[in-house]
Structure formats: structure tokens, C-alpha cells
């Protein structure tokens, strides 16, 4: 199978899944790679076609082991025609349990066929420097494989006209997502300058600015994009949960993991 288009489609709050997905593009070294980003509230109110001759890479990052539910939602405006796809999870070095299976379920239903997936890992959403889990990821090396991973799958497409499907690790029914009351960021008002960066990376448009920064706790969704785009670092989560769980992961999770490839 000749690669025509690409189709680079993905929910990606704080760019890390992003930027996985690029290296893979890059692999795949294709010249028409055309972006779908679910990201911004926007993309919640479009539906997209993709046809059955390009081929789509669609990453999102693991939330409870899970798709995050603001991508499933979005990702369901999504249709194939049977379009050949790639799927990477991205997720902050625990695990991605489920999510790789619930991605594949979700773009089955859409339309697209599963001829590749792939888990990499990205700095998890809740790492400060106080207790950093997986920073910087994806790094220079992961990049390196991911190109690798685009290459393979080239590779793969290469000289056949169907190419095989492929199963992904994962359980189904799905893990239960983690239970949480209302948890978002606070703004430290000392350092913030009312800059709105925060209110214009938010994927859900949860913050205003006005002579102070509000947010709609019932619609947050504790991406943390709002805490790594502020300029100053006012924007912090004090929410003793978060906090907690970011203390946890930072002692049992700082152990480097590798990505896994799915052909
Ligand atoms: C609410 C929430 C839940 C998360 N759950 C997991 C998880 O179960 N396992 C994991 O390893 N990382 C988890 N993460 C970390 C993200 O998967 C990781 O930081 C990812 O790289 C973020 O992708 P993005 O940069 O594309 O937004 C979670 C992050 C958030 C915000």
C-alpha cells in the first residue's frame, strides 16, 4: 500500500503526545501530513472526514489508564472509510492500561482499521520540579524511536495491498476511571499578570481573566495545560489530591520506561 495523505489527528493538552506524533510522521516520510487537532474547544463543534486512501496517526495521552474522556467525545466527530490507522497512547511513565484497547475500540467504531499502535511516554501532566516524574519525555531518544516506529511502519505498508490488522494490549470491560471530586488549578495572584495564556491553551475554555482568573471546576479536566503554558508559574495546583498523587507517582514511578510497538 502506497502512502497518499497522512492524516496526523490528536488530543494533546500539554504538546507532548504531539510532538510523539510528529517524530512518527517523520518516519514515515511522507510530504502531505495534514493536521486534525482535536485540542481546542473549537474542534469539538467540526466532524472530519478522512478517506479510505490516507493513512491516519492518531495519538492521544492516557488518562486512568484510560482515552481521556474529552478525546473520546471529540474523537467521535471523527469518521474513516475504512482508513488504514496508527494509534499511540502517550502516558506520564505508570501505565497506559487500557487506553491503547478503548483507542482502537473507539476509531473501529469510526471507521478505521488498526494496522499499528504504539505506547510512548510523555512528562506526566502533574510533574513539577519538586517532584518530577518523566521530565522533559519525550527526550531526544524517544524521538529517535518514534521516527524508528514511523519507519517500520512504512516499512509494513510497503509492498502490500491490505495490510494486516493488529490487536493492543488492554482489558476489556475498561478499567474504572479514578473517582475525583472537582479538582482544578489556583492562580497565585503575586505572579500572575492577567497574561490569559492560561485561558487560550485550555481545552475546554474553563478560565476567564478578568481583574482575576476564574475557572469552571465542573469542566476542568486537570489537563494542567494552564499550569505548563503560564509564563510566571502562577498557575499551580495546591489541590491536596493532586499534590499527593504527584508525590506518589514521582517515588514509584520515576523509573524510565521505553516505548512499545504494536506491528
Ligand atoms: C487526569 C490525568 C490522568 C492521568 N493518568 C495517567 C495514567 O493513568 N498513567 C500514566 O502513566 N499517566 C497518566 N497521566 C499523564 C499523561 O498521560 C501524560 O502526562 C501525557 O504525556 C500527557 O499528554 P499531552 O502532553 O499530550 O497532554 C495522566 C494525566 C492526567 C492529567
Redesign the pocket.
Known amino acids: 500500500m502506497k502512502i497518499g495523505k497522512v492524516n496526523l489527528i490528536y ?8 510532538r510523539t506524533l510528529e517524530g512518527v510522521a517523520k518516519g514515515l516520510g511522507v510530504k502531505g501530513v495534514e493536521h486534525v487537532d482535536l485540542t481546542p474547544l473549537e474542534a469539538a463543534s467540526k466532524s472530519y472526514a478522512i478517506p479510505a486512501d490516507s493513512l491516519a496517526v492518531i495519538a492521544v ?5 484510560r482515552v ?1 474522556p474529552v478525546a473520546a467525545q471529540r474523537l467521535r466527530k471523527v469518521k474513516g472509510n475504512g482508513t488504514p490507522a496508527v494509534l499511540i497512547a ?8 487500557d487506553a491503547l484497547v478503548e483507542l482502537r475500540d473507539i476509531t473501529t467504531e469510526q471507521g478505521f482499521k488498526t494496522i499499528a499502535a504504539a505506547a510512548f ?7 513539577t520540579e519538586a517532584t518530577p516524574i518523566a521530565p522533559g519525555r519525550p527526550d531526544e531518544e524517544d524521538l529517535e524511536k518514534a521516527v524508528k516506529f514511523g519507519e517500520q511502519v512504512k516499512a509494513k505498508l510497503d509492498g502490500v495491498t491490505k495490510p494486516v490488522e493488529v490487536t493492543v494490549p488492554g482489558n476489556r470491560p475498561y478499567r474504572e476511571r479514578n473517582p475525583s471530586g472537582p479538582r482544578f488549578p489556583d492562580t497565585t495572584v503575586e505572579s500572575c499578570t492577567l497574561c490569559g495564556a492560561c485561558a487560550g491553551v485550555c481545552p475546554t475554555k474553563s478560565i476567564t481573566v478578568s481583574d482575576k482568573v476564574e475557572t469552571v471546576k465542573e469542566t476542568c ?5 494552564c499550569v505548563k503554558a503560564c509564563p510566571t508559574g502562577a498557575r499551580v495546583w495546591t489541590n491536596e489530591g493532586i499534590r499527593k498523587a504527584a508525590a506518589w507517582l514521582h517515588k514509584d ?1 520515576s523509573k524510565r520506561r521505553e516505548p512499545e510497538f504494536f506491528l
Open positions: 488530543y494533546s493538552p500539554t504538546g507532548t503526545s504531539k495521552p492516557v488518562y486512568s489508564g481521556p502517550v502516558y506520564g511513565n505508570r501505565a497506559f492500561e511516554i510523555g512528562e506526566h501532566s502533574f510533574s479536566t486537570a489537563c494542567s495545560a514511578y
